[in-house]
């Protein structure tokens, strides 16, 4: 297979440079998903020297971004987040929609037709997933154990939240051709499919628990299948399918397990995800955008990590105020997924998406490192 031999190997050598420049990354205090940014931005057409296969890793990336968001939504434990933290029930919804309401406005002030600008405002709204789990696992982090359980359980419940904003704008920003009531009552048949989902795999998967790799096989499987039919049959995007899926199949213990099998799969093909949105960056058209960028960042700030602080004082919850409004405060994946979706259907100009990506990027840096910095303790002033 001698014309398969580059690709592959430009794929290993991606992923070794992924690796590296996520090691140089969080060794000078910056979370890994930077420096798999920063290779993507290296091998992109935009920059010079080597330009790496866009259409190659881009399926790769979905895969991996699908595997990310199916496994996300089996980890959300709604009971759980009721039993523990239950004003979160309330309070990030809320905030879900406020940012996505205050952001949408300033968008479409700014010029963005409104349906795009709603979309847009809940990007804003969005956070990482991925980038919240780096917080709370880290060696640096300074969050103490109640702080990145509402840090956890918040995000979760604003992907919840987002999904379904985000369904009805996605059916009027990006029609597939049908009639919005129409293609809303697909995403409802979806919805029942991921059901009939949650009801048979667990009883497949524990017939096969002690066949690991059927095991394995059928998860993966699954995922990419269900959230493939969202996409295909139904309408959606694939990383909100790939998470109503895994969200249906959240509250089974064989999904559980199936997530923790999933894991290392999922962190390969999700740096893969991440070195894809880098090779999207445009350095010029982030020229061009930089009054997009710090619109986004603004927002971000104004609209989100401020209300999320006010809530969490009012609401009582039992976390760090600063750190979890600072934790929360930067775009995620859906974000991304969303300004995709938006710039496929030509609903987007090029200077608000690279503004839009620009964000993505900034916010993270600026999360992951001043949420550390907010929890370490004032150093005492000698006495005179």
Same mark, same amino acid.
């Given at each position: ?10 794929? =290993? ?19 890994? &998903? ?41 980890? /959300? ?34 010029? &963005? ?66 009639? /919005? ?25 524990? $017939? ?20 493939? &039919?969202? !996409? ?17 199949? =959240? ?32 350095? !010029? ?41 600072? =934790? ?6 859906? !974000? ?10 030509? $609903? ?37």
């Amino acid at each position: 297979m001698p014309e398969t031999g580059p690709a592959i190997l430009e794929i =290993g050598v991606v992923l070794l440079a992924a690796a590296a420049a996520g090691w140089t990354a969080r060794r000078v205090g910056l979370p890994a &998903i930077v420096g798999y940014l920063a290779v993507g931005l290296v091998v992109s057409p935009f920059t010079p020297g080597y330009v790496a296969d866009r259409h190659q890793l881009q399926l790769l990336a979905d895969v991996g971004v699908v595997l990310l968001l199916f496994e996300v939504g089996i980890e /959300v434990d709604v009971a759980r987040i009721r039993r523990e933290q239950g004003a979160l029930l309330v309070l990030a919804p809320l905030q879900t929609v406020l940012t996505t309401a205050v952001a949408g406005l300033a968008f479409a002030a700014a010029g &963005i037709e409104p349906a795009v600008a709603g979309l847009l405002g809940l990007a804003i709204a969005f956070s990482s997933s991925v980038v919240i789990v780096n917080i709370t696992r880290s060696r640096r982090r300074t969050t103490d154990r109640p702080t990145e359980d509402a840090l956890l359980g918040w995000s979760v419940l604003q992907d919840i939240t987002g999904v379904a904003i985000a369904a009805a704008l996605i059916a009027v920003v990006a029609p597939t051709g049908r009639p /919005v009531p129409l293609a809303l009552a697909g995403l409802a048949a979806f919805g029942a499919l991921a059901v009939v989902a949650a009801f048979v795999l667990p009883r497949a998967l524990r $017939r096969l628990r002690n066949d690991h790799d059927l095991f394995l096989i059928v998860s993966v499987a699954v995922g990419l299948a269900v959230a493939g &039919i969202g !996409s295909v049959v139904f309408g959606m995007p694939l990383a909100l399918a790939a998470f109503v899926a895994g969200l249906a199949l =959240g509250e089974s213990h064989d999904a559980s397990e199936a997530r923790r099998r999933l894991l290392p799969f999922r962190d390969v093909f999700a740096v893969l995800f991440f070195v894809t949105v880098g090779t999207l960056i445009d350095p !010029s058209a982030l020229g061009t955008g930089l009054g997009w960028l710090a619109l986004a960042i603004g927002l971000v700030i104004v609209a989100k990590v401020v209300p999320i602080m006010l809530l969490a004082r009012v609401g009582r919850v039992h976390a760090r105020p600063v750190q979890l409004g600072i =934790g929360l405060g930067q775009l995620g994946e859906f !974000s991304f997924v969303l300004a995709s979706v938006a710039l496929a259907a030509g $609903r987007l100009d090029t200077p608000v998406y690279a503004g839009i990506l620009g964000a993505v990027v900034v916010t993270i840096v600026l999360s992951t490192v001043v949420v550390r910095l907010v929890g370490q303790p004032v150093p005492a002033v000698p006495p005179a």
